[in-house]
């Protein structure tokens, strides 16, 4: 018999809260903002089967809209 295959469990955070994030646990933020881009909609954090969280940052150009990148960070624990 199969498994029953579940939903991810994600969470919607404000703007701030993702800086706030993006700052401790992401090693390239601070040099990615200071270059100019900006966190865009897309980030996302899915909780995961051992207890951590996976967390995707999308970072956009202002400049070029045409342009962004993302950074995934997985294993994040939160006290």
Known sequence: MSR???KPV???LS????ERIAAEVSPGHAG???QGYRL???CRLWRRTDGTW???FVYQD??????SFTAI???VVFA
């Open 4 to 6: 029953r295959k579940r």
């Open 10 to 12: 994600t969470a919607t």
């Open 15 to 18: 703007a701030e809260a993702l």
């Open 32 to 34: 990615w903002r200071s």
């Open 40 to 42: 865009a909609k897309g």
């Open 54 to 56: 996976t967390i995707r």
């Open 62 to 67: 202002p400049a070029d809209k045409s342009f």
């Open 73 to 75: 960070v997985k294993g």
